[in-house]
């Protein structure tokens, strides 16, 4: 799908998203893009780059993000995964090209608003798309810190399968995150591109947020790291505690089958006559596994 958004220098912004490939090489055509810049911008296992950092004024520039996305894992939890987003400067004019539907649709609308040239708006989207990092990562790191209120009494594999797909999400931010620093050094490194003063903060603001980003998924990566470690050892605890408290109850339970087995043989036994002999069995029963119980509990196997 194909939208088109007005600079105030006369340049467009040109939004590819969920775009197929016929529609996307048909580009090369309209812009002199390179037939090889189009189909990396499809390709779903692109690494982030930059390519004409170092061309002729005339040469298109080619940016390439990881973007992150809401997923779900096969169990069914929720997490993040990453998709290429290119961008490329042609002219006065700025193209946009996602695979998939654009996440961050309406904060690029924000961006083109706070934006009066196309390099300026390729670095508004760069922005908001590091610091979807870091938002996601808070999310992640939130949904870290309440499997503290859980994992005390789990004795599932339920956390171990939410650690899993929050470990993987982590993965996928602290790769991507890593190539994105790489191009945002090559930014700055740039004598063509993003020159302007304006582009200056703007570059910095970026190198900043990347920067905080990596640092939170990194550091959030190793707190799960300690997690999993730590719940793997409650999980364990919490089924031993629980084979300890049936154990116990089998062998309390065990004592009344034990007592109407002794009176239940064909010889002579106490209480054999007398009515009340079958309550004062009862009671027997009752107060052997009552101070078995006790016994138990002072053992602490309950």
């Known amino acids: 799908m194909h939208q088109r958004y007005p600079l105030a220098n006369g340049g467009h912004w040109h939004c590819y998203e969920s775009a ?6 048909a580009l090369q055509a309209d812009h002199a893009i390179p037939t090889a810049w189009l ?5 779903p296992h692109e690494d982030p780059h930059v390519e004409g950092l170092h061309g002729d004024e005339i040469a298109p520039l080619l940016i ?51 934006a009066d040239t196309a390099s300026g708006l390729a670095l508004g989207m760069i922005w908001h ?9 808070d999310t992640m790191a939130a949904r870290t810190q309440e499997m503290e209120v859980r994992v005390g009494h789990s004795s599932h594999n339920t956390l171990l399968y939410e ?28 004598p063509r591109y993003f020159t302007h003063q304006q582009d200056a903060w703007r570059l910095r603001r970026v190198e900043v947020e990347v920067g905080e980003a990596q640092t939170l998924a990194q550091s959030t990566e190793a707190i799960l790291d300690q997690y999993n470690t730590a719940i793997s050892s409650v999980v364990a605890n919490n089924l031993n505690l629980i084979m300890k408290v049936l154990t116990s109850v089998s062998i309390i339970m065990t004592i009344p089958t ?45």
Not at 20 to 25: D, G
Not at 92 to 103: M, N, Q, S, W, Y
């Open 64 to 114: 390439i993000l990881r973007l992150p996305l809401e997923a779900t894992s096969a169990t069914g939890d929720a997490g993040f995964e990453t998709a290429p987003l290119a961008l490329v400067l042609s002219d006065a004019d700025l193209i946009t090209i996602t695979a998939k539907p654009l996440r961050l649709k309406n904060a690029f609308l924000q961006a083109l608003d706070d």
């Open 129 to 137: 798309v590091l610091h979807q990092f870091v938002l996601d990562t």
């Open 20 to 25: 197929s490939e016929a529609e996307v090489l």
């Open 39 to 43: 189909r990396a911008a499809l390709d």
């Open 163 to 190: 650690i899993m797909t929050l470990g993987k999400s982590l993965v996928y931010f602290t790769a991507a995150l890593a190539r994105s620093r790489e191009v945002v050094a090559a930014l700055q490194d740039s």
């Open 258 to 302: 034990i007592v109407s087995g002794l009176w239940g043989q064909n010889t002579w036994l106490p209480f054999q006559e007398p009515i009340w002999g079958f309550w004062a069995t009862l009671v027997i029963t009752a107060l052997l596994c009552a101070g078995t119980a006790w016994w138990l509990k002072r053992k602490d196997y309950f």
